[in-house]
């Protein structure tokens, strides 16, 4: 037992209060030797009462951090932590039974690893009426091997590091409303460390299911890439290349062929549209002088 690394796991914490009760359910109930890990719930703006509950369990910990932006409390909850490993996931995910013995065993048992992205998997809310919304973000959303594999970076709701990795490249940045995953996972890879896909380590993740929220979510990323390009944070060449990160949705759409229904595809292809002139609309508004939108 004593050769097994403590872990700490980081939730950044500001909305889903009605989904957070059950990541923290799943958490506790892992396979990994519960006196090996802790929970850390950072609280970025939530609901104190949501909180208070959060924190009757002796594993979890519950602080604070009122920087707006979820990679600021991802900081402050490594900031607050002891663990040899860092596990990141997010408060309306729920991970599977094993998913922290087969995350660090990935990262232990691959040379050199700089970081570990696992499996996200994607539900919706009913299989048999989803929205258009659900049907695109179940085809395109958290492709996370494509991430790793193409991008160098794996997203922050299924991630796995060492501490001294990121005592050695550094904090996510604060400053950056949405991407500051794809930028921290840059400066891993630049560093000489391996990044690593474990599709053993899994966790859900619901899909959205409103035009508002992914319309939301696409003004985010836009202002994400955004400020990666104005600040420099990421080499020209790698930004060229997220000009293809960002059409990921239409070749996943255009290579699952006959597996998707006629109809299905023709609606995540409209959901699609209106993403691109989201984002389109948003970078020119960023362009004339406007700020990033945070939620």
Not at 15 to 25: D, N, Q, S
Not at 275 to 290: C, F, K, N, Q, T
Request: hydrophobic share 40%.
């Amino acid at each position: 037992m004593r050769d097994t690394p403590t872990v700490s796991v980081i939730v950044p914490f500001r909305t889903h209060g009605e989904r957070l009760g059950g990541c923290l359910r799943a958490l506790s109930e892992q396979t990994y030797p519960r006196e090996r890990y802790r929970i850390i719930v950072v609280d970025n703006g939530c609901d104190g009462h949501v909180m208070q509950r959060a924190d009757l369990d002796a594993h979890v910990r519950v602080v604070k951090e009122p920087v707006p932006g979820s990679y600021a409390a991802r900081n402050r909850g490594v900031v607050c932590s002891d663990g040899e490993i860092l596990a990141f996931t997010d408060a309306d995910c729920v991970p599977a039974a094993d998913w922290l013995e087969k995350g660090v065993d990935a990262l232990l048992a691959a040379p050199n690893a700089g970081l570990v992205g696992g499996r996200i998997e994607v539900s919706v809310a009913d299989p048999h009426r989803p929205t258009a919304v659900e049907i695109f973000e179940s085809m395109t959303s958290f492709r996370q091997r494509d991430y790793i594999e193409r991008w160098q970076f794996a997203a922050t709701a299924n991630l796995f590091t060492y501490r001294s990795i990121f005592d050695e490249v550094g904090p996510f940045c604060s400053q950056l409303p949405s991407l500051g995953d794809r930028e921290w996972g840059a400066r891993v890879s630049r560093a000489g460390y391996r990044l690593v896909y474990a599709h053993d380590a899994s966790v859900m993740h619901p899909a959205r299911r409103s035009l508002r929220e992914l319309m939301q979510r696409s003004a985010r990323m836009a202002g994400g890439f955004f400020e990666l390009a104005r600040s420099g944070r990421l080499p020209r060449r790698e930004l060229y290349g997220d000009a293809a990160l960002a059409l990921l949705p239409m070749r996943v759409m255009r290579e699952t062929g006959s597996a998707t229904g006629r109809v299905h595809k023709l609606r995540a292809l409209a959901v699609f549209a209106i993403v691109v002139a989201v984002r389109s609309l948003e970078l020119l508004r960023l362009s004339s002088g406007g700020d990033p939108r945070w939620q």
